[in-house]
């Protein structure tokens, strides 16, 4: 069970918007990641560098938590509303539920819930489409 003060440096750290360090500094060397019902994506390594693909393709990210976080024993729900504007700036906005397993102050199974078609860029503002 992850104790208070290690939820809120994890919280912090997302909304620094260090994704892939915050996977590097919370999640478990075989921790696992998937978005709603897709297959798990397995492996710190793995989860980092997926997250290092994402974030290179952005020219900003905006991270937020939305509380209250939600806590019993090992199991942990985060509300989040994501910004990304991409190196074309068009713009995705997310907003979502991870829903998180942890064994002591580490991740180890996390599930991401949010409705798909949040993940199609918009146009940049001013765009026509």
């Known amino acids: 069970m992850p104790s208070h003060d290690t939820l809120e440096r994890f919280i912090a750290m997302v909304e620094s918007n260090a ?5 590097e500094a919370f999640y478990a060397p075989n921790a696992s990641m998937r978005e709603n019902q897709s297959p798990p994506r397995v ?3 793995q989860l980092v560098a997926g997250e290092r ?4 393709r952005a020219s900003s990210i905006s991270s937020r938590c939305v509380r209250p976080v939600c806590t019993n024993g090992d199991h942990v729900v985060v509300r989040w509303v994501f910004r990304f504007v991409w190196k074309d700036d068009s713009v995705t906005e997310m907003e979502e539920l991870a829903w998180q397993r942890w064994e002591g102050e580490r991740i180890v199974e996390e599930q991401f819930f949010y409705d798909p078609a949040q993940r199609k860029p918009q146009p940049p503002p001013g765009v026509a489409i």
């Open 43 to 45: 492996g710190r390594d």
């Open 19 to 23: 994704h892939d360090q915050v996977i």
């Open 53 to 56: 693909q994402v974030m290179a």
